[in-house]
């Protein structure tokens, strides 16, 4: 269906309410995998980080890793979520290339958390409270790469497997329907997706990076009429990767089944892939229920016994709610709804609390984390965090400002030299010389020229029109290399023009 064919989300809003729901799946940061003793890391050459049971070999034995079970309990907690003091796993029965068990160990009727809720801050600060059912541990399958076409299954000449994420530990966490978002149901479906990225980076389980596939949206929809007392037919659209994408993902379901139930035609309950390039969603295969994946108790693992002790240890470690610290970090900085929101969107609010407490100012870490570092990574087409500059970097490169020792212009540059690998700021402008010149003998030999030879400027400046000392000001930077103090030119021109009388 072309997406100019599709009705608006007021148009849908009109005869419909939506009904959403979401699985995220969090890839725990332990230090080895969730059932073998492999090392749990990211980027490593392609099946090298496999033991016997993460390849399914005969014989093999799992064993559960402790680390990923007390990062389950943290986030259940975190979720407000109640702990069961006895939890067990089980086997998920399907055939996929990369999960050579062809099962999967994961958490059925028995879940380790379950009956929990989340408070999720819209953009004008207004709160909604989304209901968790359950959070299970489970492992995640290895990645398939398809070789020819458009890198799709459909259509590739052949599939690579790599069998290093296979085992990973995971936690999934399952909402309850959603109901009564309306016209907000895609807003809140990128703050619900960016709430539990923040809760699992505070509790360090997890570096929660979309972009590298340890943090994954599933994204469950439906439309069901005005006054209907039943949830209509819902569709799941698999692993989104982006914050955005799940905002337009939503949008888009909502606006596709919309026209499909004014024909008088049905939504089919499936599967469906987003595609961003196109901001459109296409069918996958149709949704299995819990029947079809013939779960039963995994036999090679004893079940789980959480006692009160264990849950006080963990509880009392709990760090601050994100809304709530949000709150806190806004009134403490000093910004405008509009900039904080903007940092919140942009992520680099933990960038920007490292940079103050590194000894920044709050309006300082703001300006270049929001400015010239954000401008170098969408430059370098890379996240913001992988662009190289850290928060010691930009707390150096302001107390260097602060010293007079540069100026805004030597620190753009200087940030570009960082990126490079050329070291932290100090380092960089003392082996580039790139010190502003405030010696008054250079300066004012610079001024001298620079007067001479703009005689109109001159004159326009002494008959009255002081603004125009900015137009001799730009040619004595230009001729130390932007390297000149600009406050001493300043001072130095209205001297030498008799300006103070």
């Known amino acids: 269906m072309a997406t100019k064919q599709l009705p608006s989300i007021d148009e849908a809003l009109a005869a419909f309410d939506p009904v959403l729901g979401f699985e995220v799946h969090v890839e725990l940061n332990t230090a080895t995998k969730m059932f073998s003793s492999a090392p749990n890391g990211f980027g490593e050459e392609p099946n090298t980080s496999v033991t016997e049971v993460d390849l399914g070999l005969p014989g093999a034995l799992p064993v559960v890793s402790f680390e990923a079970v007390d990062y389950g309990i943290k986030l259940g907690l975190a979720l407000n979520c109640s702990i069961a003091e006895t939890c067990r796993f089980a086997r998920k029965h399907y055939f996929y290339p990369d999960l050579p068990k062809n ?13 929990g809720w989340v408070d999720v801050e819209l953009d004008d600060g207004a709160i909604f409270r989304v209901e968790i059912e359950r959070a299970h541990l489970e492992e995640d399958a290895g990645k398939l790469t398809h ?7 459909q259509g590739a000449e052949h599939a690579l497997a790599d069998y290093n994420r296979s085992g990973i530990p995971l936690v999934e966490i399952v909402t309850k329907p959603i109901v009564g978002a309306g016209s907000r149901a895609p807003e809140l479906a990128r703050a619900y997706l960016m709430t539990i990225r923040d809760i699992v980076r505070s509790l ?19 439309l069901m009429p005005k006054h209907a007392d039943h949830f209509g037919t819902r569709t799941e ?54 029947d079809d994946y013939r779960y039963f108790p995994e036999p090679d693992l004893v079940p789980i016994h959480v006692d009160q002790a264990w849950i006080d240890r963990l509880s009392a470690a709990l760090p601050e709610p994100p809304h709530q610290r949000r709150k806190r970090l806004k009134a403490t900085w000093g910004y405008s709804d509009e900039e904080f929101r903007d940092v919140v969107s942009a992520d680099v609010m933990d960038a920007i609390e490292e940079t103050i407490a590194a000894g920044a100012s709050p309006a300082a870490a703001r300006k270049w984390w929001m400015g010239e570092i954000a401008r170098l990574a969408n430059h370098a087409h890379v996240p913001i965090a992988d662009i190289g500059i850290n928060a010691e970097h930009v707390a150096e490169l302001d107390g260097l400002i602060q010293q007079n020792i540069i100026n805004d212009t030597i620190a753009r540059q200087v940030l570009g030299h960082i990126v490079a690998g050329e070291g932290n700021p100090r380092e960089i402008v003392e082996n580039r ?37 900015g137009a ?14 600009a406050g001493r030119v300043r001072q130095i021109i209205i001297e030498k023009l008799d300006l103070n009388g």
């Open 147 to 153: 070789v020819g076409g458009t890198g799709r299954i």
């Open 433 to 469: 010389s790139m010190a502003v010149v405030s010696d008054d003998t250079a300066l004012t030999r610079a001024v001298d020229a620079v007067i001479e030879q703009h005689p109109d400027v001159v004159a326009k400046i002494v008959g009255g029109k002081t603004q125009a000392i």
């Open 237 to 290: 659209t698999k692993n989104i990767n982006s914050m955005r994408a799940v905002k337009h993902a939503v949008t888009y379901e909502m606006q596709r089944q919309a026209a499909l139930l004014a024909e008088g035609k049905t939504v089919t309950q499936e599967t469906r892939h987003w595609h961003e390039a196109t901001r459109s969603t296409t069918a996958g295969r149709p949704k299995s229920d819990a």
């Open 472 to 485: 001799l000001i730009g040619p004595v930077m230009k001729t130390t290399g932007g390297l000149a103090d």
């Open 204 to 222: 360090d389980i997890s570096d929660a990076r979309m972009e590298h596939g340890n943090l994954r949206c599933d994204a469950n929809v439906s």
């Open 103 to 115: 099962f999967q160990t994961s958490q059925f009727d028995e879940p380790i958390a379950f009956d």
